[in-house]
């Protein structure tokens, strides 16, 4: 695959390029600096010499050039497109239009190194230029890059590039695919809704009739349910339709819980668009509201009918949110035992977040999720070794108003910190597993009041009729049963 980038100078394309061309484990290259390399000196020195026609043909026969390299981003020179042969040749390659208008563009223009804007009113020459060329440019597949950063346009450019065939993870729970491009399919959803910041990103990618949700934990409320159900009657939702939700976890939870009560049922479908939600909250039919300030206290279990994942989206999160769904992605290698020492290995490519390896993980994750819950579908029985590091998660997230992400990372290093002291589990166990939880967070240091937390532990769902909290017990990777634990003992470690 050859992925080239076009628009005006200032764009964003090298920038945009090298951060795609390392999601994707391609090569690099930027035909401007490779002229200059050939050339040894600048392109306005270049054009001082030797004029902007004898530029113009060194970038035409590198662009040829180029064409018999593979698995390479290409930024290209802003007036490649002015030559119709270039356009030509563009056209049967994987091009995409970075736009942005003139006024932002003279935000972003150094003109001492740019010749043709060298000198005189530059936001003048560039919209001169701009005049000259956008006809050309608007030959191409385009994303807008205003309002974006750059994570946020390499996910959209991806977008552009891939329309892979879904790949369906094999299971007996629910329907679920996977694959490069399957984001795509959010335009062909008839009663979609999202939150504010997907919308901002992506909302291109929707029908004109999605319904907007604010971010985060906020959306789990009776409130936004009442919501959900005065939209849907509004809009002659029937018992035979099929709604949507297009967000992280905390929007397919109430999504999910609104699809399952809503006329007592009707059809749901995700496309989870955070880490988190991808391995965790979209799969395996756990649907919840918050209330009284307790986590998912109210919620039914319903499948949903589809899972749509396309791992090209989580180059747009932040870095916060990313490294909190990792976690949760960590935790099912932890599970499973499958994955972990690639996890281990390619921390690396890992946290530069590419496609591929976490495509491969990210399946992983969902296959064994659904293997527990094919086993328990109603959280009675084995399904609760899924919340390893959640029992104390919850009470960090709780009380600290920190990252979900974050707090079960707390939780993960508290419980296997508690089962050590307990003389249940080595030692050398905790210390790899905090190795790795270190990488992802700095520190992972906390501290609580012993009442708040003996309150919170009993009030969660976890707590047995005589008070005691069921948990998980990993002993190593891939091996791991249940315990009851004494809620006052457990504190302490959190404390």
Known sequence: MRVFLVGMMGSGKSTVGKLLARSLG???????????????KS?????????EEYFRKLEKSLLKEILNSDNVVVATGGGVVLDPENRTLLQREKTVFLYASVEALVKRVDPTVRPLIAAGEVEKKLRDIWEKRRHFYMEFPQVNTENLNPMEVVAKVALKVFDEDPIEIPNSVHPVFIGKGIFNRVSREEHVFTTKNVFRIYGDCFPGSAYILPDGEVVKSFDYVRRCYDHLIENDV???????????????DMVGFVAATFKRGIGVRFFPTTLLAQVDAAIGGKNGIDHAGIKNVIGTVRMPDEVM??????LSLDDERYREGLVELFKMCLLSGRGYETFREKMKE?????VDVLQELITVAVEEKLKVVSLDHNDTGIRKILNLGHTVGHVVEVLSGVSH????????DRELRFFVRKGMIEKSLYEEVKEILSRLFESLEMDFSQDRVMKTLLNDKKATADSLIDMPLLLRPGEVSMVKVRPEELAEVIV
Do not use: C, W, Y
């Not at 890992?350 to 590419?354: D, M, S, Y």
């Not at 992400?405 to 993960?412: D, M, T």
């Open 26 to 40: 391609m090569g690099f290259f930027d035909t401007d600096e490779e002229i200059e390399r050939r050339e040894g």
């Open 43 to 51: 392109i306005t020195q270049i054009f001082k010499d030797e004029g």
């Open 238 to 252: 029937s018992k035979g339709n099929t709604i949507t939700a297009v967000g992280g976890g905390a929007l397919t």
């Open 309 to 314: 994942i396309d791992p090209l989206v989580l």
């Open 350 to 354: 890992i946290l530069k977040r590419r």
């Open 405 to 412: 992400g974050f707090a079960v990372a707390v939780g993960i």
